[in-house]
């Protein structure tokens, strides 16, 4: 059995523990820094690996990440032979369409523009649009960016993806590479990014990328705060550009009382919440992916770092 050290500050042992023994009794579960004999070590269960993992343990086969966001790690550097895996599990992945659906109908239904109008006691009913007169892009089209366009596109949106390679989705116009990413763009009126952080993709979000947008375009970020230009968001918010935003993740968590997007008229903050893991089900993929590890088959969830997801 491959003996497996768990370390990460954002999740409770106690509580993967026993979920994983109930999959595999004989376990041989560690907790960081009760690492024993580290030369035992085959498989690292974690957020933040412990400093010097590249060394510290000669018979490492697998970093599992405990969420479905490896970029964190994937600055880090890694033997050849061990391989990167993350959680994508399907309560995961329902939990953030959730929140992207509900976002995309505050903005279609306008009602960031109802709110404003209840800070000035304006009464302005406004004719509602229908949902195929309503186009809604999606950047990113992995396992959560490509159920979330089925979802939208299943409610009638002009649904269209932005995505790094091509890809065919029912009902999703799908633009690839970064030679389309204007043509996309032209005529999103709600775009939503759920993309990977990667060195292409960092910034991506910018003044440049709201210019291209149609005036009065809104934005829901849920990738990573990374993607975004912050001080470009603000700016395109303030001038009009931008309708509205509804912004999930921020390079700097928990946001700073000082940060300007506290106080930015249109934008809508909700602290990193657009999805969780659910344990019971991440536990299962991962006891599924030890005992995989056992018996020399494939790993559910491989990363491809030179890809960065």
């Known amino acids: ?3 497996v050290l ?18 595999i009794p004989d376990l041989d579960f560690r907790i960081w820094p009760e690492v ?13 690996p412990p400093e010097g993992w590249q060394t510290a343990f000669p018979r490492l086969q697998l970093v599992h990440a405990l969420a479905a966001g ?16 993350r959680v994508t599990e399907s309560n995961q992945i329902a939990g953030l369409c959730e ?13 960031h523009i109802y709110r404003r109008d209840q800070s000035l006691r304006r009464w302005d009913a406004r004719p509602p649009v229908p949902t195929s007169n309503r186009t809604v892009g999606v950047m990113g089209l992995g396992n959560f960016g490509g159920a979330c366009a089925r979802k939208l596109a299943s409610f009638g949106f002009r649904t269209r993806g932005w995505n790094r390679t091509p890809r065919q989705l029912d009902s999703v116009e799908v633009f690839s590479g970064q030679g389309a990413l204007e043509a996309f763009a032209e005529g999103c009126e709600i775009v939503i990014c759920m993309l990977p952080l990667t060195d292409e993709t960092r910034g991506i979000l910018s003044r440049d990328f709201f210019a291209q947008l149609p005036k009065g375009a809104c934005l829901i970020n849920v990738g990573r705060g990374a993607h975004c230009i912050e001080a470009d968001l603000v700016a395109a918010l303030a001038g009009g550009q931008l309708g509205g935003a ?14 300007p997007y506290w106080t930015t008229p249109g934008l809508i903050l909700t602290p990193h919440i657009g999805t969780r893991v659910n344990t019971e ?3 299962t993929l991962v006891a599924n992916n030890i005992m995989r590890l056992r018996a020399g088959q494939p790993i559910e969830g491989i990363v491809d770092r030179r890809r960065g997801y």
Request: cysteine-free; proline content about 8%; overall charge negative.
């Open 99 to 111: 929140y992207v659906l509900g976002g995309v109908l505050h903005f279609h239904r306008e009602m």
């Open 246 to 259: 509804l912004i999930d993740v921020m390079d700097v968590e928990p946001l700073p009382e000082a940060h």
């Open 6 to 23: 768990f370390r990460s500050e954002y999740h409770d042992p106690l509580v993967w523990e026993p979920a994983l023994r109930r999959h």
């Open 281 to 283: 089900a991440a536990t």
């Open 1 to 3: 059995m491959p003996a």
């Open 70 to 85: 490896v970029d964190h790690l994937l600055g880090q550097s890694f033997p050849d032979n061990v391989l990167l895996a």
């Open 36 to 48: 024993r004999n580290a030369e035992d070590i085959d498989i690292l269960l974690t957020w933040s």
